[in-house]
C-alpha cells in the first residue's frame, strides 16, 4: 500500500531541518 511507503518516508523525514525552515 502507498500508505506504507508514506510512513517509511515520513520516519525517514529529516523533522529538524523542515521545523527549522518553518521557524525562520
Given amino acids: ?3 506504507d511507503g ?3 518516508a515520513l ?3 529529516p ?3 523542515l521545523w ?3 521557524d525562520s
Fill in 20 to 22: 527549522g525552515r518553518m
Fill in 6 to 8: 508514506l510512513s517509511v
Fill in 15 to 17: 523533522w529538524a531541518a
Fill in 1 to 3: 500500500l502507498w500508505t
Fill in 11 to 13: 520516519k525517514h523525514t
